[in-house]
């Protein structure tokens, strides 16, 4: 374990298949579901997560880790303001989020060497270095297999809900055919991916046709069905031999089954059963309706939920999401935060007064940070003067819930936000506090086809906070 140290912490007292999964559903599971591996086991007190992945990478200087004596160069135009814990301060621009402090704890030693965004989004999804040349941010079959593919396969789950679930898309760059590296089964294989939950991103709202029976279709129908994709199965085994492939097949038919006939997963993603006063207090966007489906994921059994960042700058060639390469400030407090203050602060609330936040780890991440000195170019020759490049060196993730104390601040950079000073925090350390949390033996073990060898989940320390 990681010990914290306290002189850093501000006090206190608030509490391989050859077949595709598409060429399986083709020869006969139900739907339009793509749906992974489980290994069930009863219901538990084993908590949940939920992962909240900024885009990007948010400028950790603006937001988390200001730094008002630095030159005006490094400390930019946004201001301090005090939060619900006397000594924590954070970006002017979150006054809501400023309430909730004593809820969460900003790991401010985070730090990696990857300036690339595909292979950074990877180490912060796996919890592993990149494994090839980062020479591409798109996904390739060598990926380490993100936290949420290793929760589908290793982790504990409720009957009729998949462990792992990831809305309302894949984080993917305009332009680019592939999803960025890291968020699927990659080298475990694509058996093992979460359960994606899209949602059509211009309306926010979720298709459910594949997650809940039909009003004319009678549960005596379904197993008249059940009954046929069995033969179909047993031609597959006669045809193929018995093994992993039609093993594969059999699961993602059982959850299928289980899902249509359960009914909560659909129930979950239908916004119009909340209150429109909460539904408001998220806000009417991408990401704020995300959140509100994560809350009531978490409340049906979902063990981790991945919520990618998404709005409207996917259109922007330069600057997309938290990557400002220009106008930083007018974006950060014209286009990001507002959104992101009132979703997070309405998030973290909302669990707390459900009495969820207790056994739910929260975690906000992105890539990387932004480089301390404003205009300067460190990876991106596009990056002018009015905006800040990639900086993995040293940047900051919030986690609140899961038994985590609030209301600290866990390790400390230099004058300028560049280096970490004390107590440096790894991806693997991230995805390993995660996997605890979650009841995941990290030391556990699978078959890494690629390499040939065996490989542990995580190679990581879980953080004691």
């Known amino acids: 374990m990681l010990g914290i140290s306290t002189k850093h912490r501000v006090p206190t007292g608030c509490g391989s298949s050859h077949w595709t999964r598409r060429e399986l559903l083709r020869i006969g ?40 004596q630095a030159p005006a160069e490094i400390r930019g135009e946004f201001r301090r303001i005090a939060t619900s814990v006397p000594g924590i301060h ?18 401010r030693s985070m730090t990696h060497p990857m300036p690339v965004h595909g292979p950074a989004c990877s180490q912060m999804y796996t919890g592993r270095p990149y494994p090839l040349a980062p020479t591409t941010d798109q996904a390739r079959p060598e990926d380490w297999p993100s936290l949420g593919a290793l929760v589908t396969r290793f982790g504990r789950s ?22 960025i590296a890291g968020q699927t089964g990659g080298r475990m294989g ?3 991916n979460p359960l994606l939950l899209q949602a059509d991103l211009r309306s926010g709202r979720w298709h459910t046709a594949g997650l809940e029976l039909p009003d004319h279709l009678a549960p005596s ?25 039609v093993q594969f097949y059999t699961q993602y038919q059982t959850l299928s089954f289980q899902l249509l ?40 059994g979902v063990r981790l939920v991945t919520v990618n960042w998404y709005d409207e700058s996917f259109y922007d060639k330069v600057s997309p999401h938290w990557d400002l390469h220009y106008h930083i400030f007018r974006l950060l407090r014209e286009r990001m935060l507002p959104v992101f203050d009132r979703s997070v602060s309405a998030f973290i609330g909302d669990l707390h007064a459900r009495g969820l936040l207790a056994e739910t780890l929260v975690v906000v991440t992105g890539e990387f940070g932004r480089s301390p000195k404003i205009g300067a170019i460190t990876q991106n020759n596009m990056t002018e003067k009015t905006g800040r490049d990639h900086w993995p060196h040293a940047f900051t993730v919030l986690v609140a819930g899961g038994g985590i104390p609030g209301g600290q601040v866990y ?24 996997l605890a949390h979650l009841g995941i033996d990290r030391h556990r073990r699978y078959f890494d086809s690629f390499q040939q060898q065996w490989q542990e989940l995580s190679e990581g320390k879980p953080l004691s906070l």
């Not at 390790?411 to 995660?434: E, K, N």
């Open 29 to 68: 599971a139900v739907g339009l579901l793509g749906l992974p591996h489980l290994a069930y086991s009863a219901p538990s007190r084993v908590g949940s997560c939920v992962f909240i992945f900024l885009f990007g990478g948010p400028s950790h200087i603006d937001l988390w880790d200001l730094k008002p």
């Open 90 to 107: 954070i970006c002017e621009h979150m006054p809501l989020l400023a309430q909730h402090m004593h809820h969460v704890c900003l790991i």
């Open 158 to 179: 409720v009957p009729g809900i998949p462990p792992a679930v990831t809305v309302p898309w894949y984080t993917q760059f305009m332009g680019q055919e592939k999803r």
């Open 190 to 192: 694509e058996a093992f």
């Open 221 to 245: 129908r379904l197993q008249e069905r059940r009954r046929l994709l069995q033969r179909v199965e047993d031609l597959a085994n006669r045809l193929l031999g018995p093994g992993r492939t």
């Open 261 to 300: 006939a359960d009914g909560r997963l659909a129930q979950a993603l239908d916004l119009d059963r909340e209150p429109p006063a909460v539904r408001d207090r998220y806000g009417d966007t991408i990401f704020g309706k995300s959140l509100l489906v994560a809350r009531r994921l978490v409340e049906a």
């Open 411 to 434: 390790g400390r950079t230099d004058r300028y936000a560049a280096y970490v000073q004390d107590d440096p925090v790894t991806p693997a350390d991230l995805a390993a506090t995660v």
